[in-house]
């Protein structure tokens, strides 16, 4: 069962605050562009040949992020379940209605999520995390809330819950924590030799 009716709870959001980081559920916009700038990070240097997918793009701000701060790759995908955002995302970011859990999902080098999985189940997440990565040829990097599960409308994670996941996926996991408290982001990659810059 679902934690909360997502959809009402990112429409509450943008009709309160607007096409904001506040809009699409961040705390501020500094805290998003700190976790913009660990995803990034774990990108490979050079994007331009690169077809990267956003899970849960919200307004698709990782794309502005990249387009004002090292490049945009090849090619980017949003995707995204909550209809307002689509019509209201960044200008020259492809975004299209997709909901990670259930629909098909367009095959990329690189998945990335930022936030969308806070509001999930457990379950959920684990679900959310191998569609990603089954359709990621590269990897997929995505970032989580850092403490023991709760009671809470918030999906909570240790990393070294997440690297065992990985682990047991086969893939190479790379954690950064330390850039926000209660948060960290993990890099699954495919390839085992694939060092992360």
Known sequence: MPRIDIDAFYRHALETHG???????????RTQRQRFEI????????????????????L?????????NGGLPGQY??????????RQARPGAQVQRCDVLTDPLPEADYYVCSGAMNNLTREETDRFIRRCLQAASRGFVFNLLKGRPRHSMFNYFLPREIRALGEDLGVRVEIVEGYLENDFTAAFLHSPTESVP
């Open 19 to 29: 096409a904001t980081a506040e809009g699409v559920q961040w705390r501020s916009a």
């Open 39 to 58: 995803l990034r990070r774990l990108l490979p240097e050079d994007l331009s040949p690169l077809v990267v997918a956003d899970a849960g793009c919200g």
């Open 60 to 68: 698709a701000d990782f794309h502005a992020y990249l387009a004002q």
């Open 77 to 86: 995908i949003g995707l995204e379940m909550v209809e307002p955002f689509i």
